[in-house]
Nanobody, 121 residues
Framework: QVQLVESGGGLVQAGGSLRLSCAAS????????MGWYRQAPGKQRELVAA???????NYADSVKGRFTISRDNAKNMVYLQMNSLKPEDTAVYYC???????????????WGQGTQVTVSP
């Protein structure tokens, strides 16, 4: 069974930094895209950043220049380095991945359980 587990959330003051990590585990044949979404109270879940197997990157306009997504294919991990954090970055951050499980010929979308990021003014 494939699982995504996030870590690294917490409370930080505005202007500070946090690094989120997400590990994919289980029977995995291949991983296509990996990324991060966030959901603030009363708002829809939105894409923050994504990285594809060919290293193609995609960022939300609101985080460009402040956040950096990276990936370690050997460890099946994805990271989100968040700098110059703002109170409006406060949200639950979810890891997302498009994974082909071992023994199957197609891929599925998986989500982590979420990690809270709170940025105080």
């Amino acid at each position: 069974q494939v699982q995504l587990v996030e870590s690294g959330g917490g409370l930080v003051q505005a202007g500070g930094s946090l690094r989120l990590s997400c590990a994919a585990s289980g029977s995995i044949s291949s991983i296509n895209a990996m990324g991060w979404y966030r959901q603030a109270p009363g708002k829809q879940r939105e894409l923050v950043a994504a990285i594809r197997s060919g290293s193609s990157l995609n960022y939300a306009d609101s985080v460009k220049g402040r956040f950096t997504i990276s990936r370690d294919n050997a460890k099946n991990m994805v990271y989100l380095q968040m700098n110059s954090l703002k109170p409006e970055d406060t949200a639950v951050y979810y890891c997302n991945a498009d994974i082909k499980p071992g023994g199957l010929g197609w891929s599925y979308e998986y989500w982590g359980q979420g990690t809270q990021v709170t940025v105080s003014p």
